[in-house]
């Protein structure tokens, strides 16, 4: 019977995330059931402390009786994104707060010392978090690869050098806390679905691109990750022709030409010998779009090449899978100025039905905010 009610409570929990307080009255309306089925769900949730009435008590007017809505002290998520060249944790209440943060930039790591650097902020978020006296729901790690559905294994992340890395074993062996494992693209897809840009659709995309390039799916209001944690995984996607014939050992074709990587890569090709040694090792996306903004020359065809790209694999997306939203994420997104126009109108013109683009407002807090929503699922 408790197994048959679940579906309820996430229900419950998701409605608030959502749309916030909402009144007793609705909670039959919002769980498709019956009212003793919905006083029941919404008894468990009290007692467990999950949700609670609001300070503001009665709705104005009388209305439908009191308003309820998420206890933010139920639980604290530990979160870390697992970035190509940053790792962001961040400990964050039941209700999407963010209490404290850590990060580590540019990092440089690999192997061993990518899994040593995560654990040693995951103690210092652990310890913060135990501090509070609030109960500890979880760790919930973002990684830039693809994540086992069955062992939490990443298969293959080559910003960290990690391949068939045990990650969920060996966080499961050193904390005595319930352990979740994901594709850092699908919290953050996750993240701007219950808490960002996305609360109020049903079928949203969220394209990162930073490093790498990834997408996660929401459809229905669920994270969608394929038949082997696998969707998403755009940066393989082959923008042209002659890409087929190409060995890619670490970054995709799409990523190639439009990832934080591929766009400071091409720069050092154009500038090789025309600057300084530790000028044309420090070039990176960032400072190419800079250039673009300054009229220079050389940085056109590479920034309106990564556009090109970028549409292509965006119109793709339309075609499969129609959504409602596309959400652009990821470092580069800081150029958004250059971006965001130029690839709506290439997306308008080659689509039946456009969605509507936006930018994300979670930034690097998404994948941390969609371990919150993973973790309540889950627990």
């Known amino acids: 019977m408790r197994n048959q009610r679940r579906p309820n409570r996430l229900a419950v929990l998701d409605a608030l995330r959502r749309q916030g307080p909402i009144p007793r009255g609705r909670l039959a309306e919002v769980l498709d059931c019956g009212v003793p089925a919905a006083r029941r769900v919404l008894a468990e949730l009290e007692g467990e402390r999950l949700v609670r009435p609001t300070i503001a008590g009665n709705q104005v007017g009388g209305g439908r009786g009191p308003l309820i809505e998420i206890n933010p002290s139920a639980s604290l998520t530990i979160g870390v994104d697992l970035g190509g060249t940053k790792f962001y944790g961040a400990v964050a209440n039941f209700g999407g707060q963010i209490l404290y943060e850590r990060l580590e930039n540019q990092h440089g790591s690999t192997g061993e010392q990518s899994y040593a650097i995560l654990e040693e902020m995951l103690l210092e978020l652990a310890e913060f978090a135990r501090g509070t006296g609030i109960p500890i729901q979880g760790i919930c790690v973002g990684a830039p690869a693809v994540v086992s559905p069955e062992t939490e294994a990443v298969y293959f992340a080559p910003s960290l050098y990690w391949q068939g890395f045990p990650l ?20 953050s897809a996750l993240g701007e679905s219950c808490f960002g ?72 090709e154009a500038l090789a010998g025309r600057l300084p040694e530790a000028e ?100």
């Open 197 to 268: 840009k996305g609360r109020q659709v049903e079928n949203l995309v969220l394209v990162q691109i930073g490093t790498g390039i990834g997408m996660g799916t929401v459809l229905g209001r669920k994270l969608f990750r394929g038949s082997h944690g696998a969707a998403g995984e755009i940066g393989s996607v082959i923008p042209e022709k002659q890409c087929l014939y190409l060995d890619y050992p670490r970054f995709g074709p799409l990523e190639v030409g439009a990832s934080g990587f591929g766009i400071a890569q091409r720069a050092r």
């Open 280 to 379: 044309w090792e420090a070039l990176s996306a960032a400072s190419v779009f800079e250039a673009y903004r300054r009229g220079e020359t050389w940085p056109r065809p590479i920034v309106e090449e990564a556009i090109d790209y970028l549409a292509i694999a965006l119109v793709s997306i339309c075609a499969y899978l129609d959504p409602e939203m596309i959400v652009i994420g990821g470092g580069v997104a800081r150029s958004a100025d250059l971006l965001m126009e130029p690839l709506r109108q290439k997306v308008a013109a080659h689509v039946p039905i456009m969605p509507r683009f936006e930018l994300s407002e979670l930034g690097p807090q998404a994948a941390v905010l969609g371990a919150v929503a993973c973790l309540q699922d889950r627990v």
């Open 168 to 187: 969920g074993d060996r966080l499961r062996k050193r904390f005595d806390l319930p352990i979740a494992v994901e594709n850092d693209v699908n919290l």
